[in-house]
């Protein structure tokens, strides 16, 4: 995407071993707001918290996504919680084969939105877009879900094609520059 790869991304990863005590560390750290979520990336810390979980692949898909939060956080400050979110959502999907690097698709995101959209709820994509990054979260936090689902398949679309991909790049380095 061109950016300067090369910078150090400082971030230290604390790995719990089950929810329980991930809740209790959220509980002392003044971080309960984030009970619910199987992660947390901590700007002002350079920390991701994470734990455990049955399925161990999960776990790993979760760093992936907090990393991806750590890495915008570095190289662009000042993206829009929507975008933060959804690349963050695409890299908990990121794989590798002997080819290189891909992404499978994100079920449950495709899942949410077309629920969304049949019931209704799904977001104009130029509100979408237009929503505050301070009442994106404030909803998101909130248990709409279909935000995070719908960012992330938006950052989807956007990297289907190169022409959609180039617009992102773009996009990523207007906000890089505030």
Do not use: C
């Amino acid at each position: 995407m061109s950016f300067d790869m090369h910078r150090t991304v400082p971030v230290n990863i604390l790995i719990l071993k089950d929810s329980a005590a991930y809740r209790n560390y959220l509980v002392r750290r003044n971080r309960g707001m984030a009970v619910a979520s199987y992660g947390l990336y901590i700007p002002s810390e350079h920390q991701i918290v994470v734990y455990v979980r049955k399925n161990r692949n999960l776990t790993f898909k979760t760093i992936k996504h907090e990393v991806s939060h750590a890495v915008v956080d570095t190289i662009v400050p000042y993206a829009p919680a929507w975008l933060n979110e959804g690349l963050a959502e695409q890299m908990e999907m990121l794989e590798r084969d002997e080819t290189g690097l891909y992404f499978e698709r994100h079920r449950e995101n495709r899942w949410v939105v077309a629920q969304a959209r049949q019931q209704g709820r799904l977001s104009d994509i130029d509100r979408f877009l237009k929503l505050p990054s301070e009442k994106w979260r404030h909803s998101d936090s909130s248990g709409n879900g279909s935000l995070r689902a719908q960012s992330g398949q938006f950052v989807a679309f956007l990297l289907a094609k190169p022409t959609s991909r180039n617009f992102l790049v773009r996009l990523m380095h207007n906000f890089n520059r505030g």
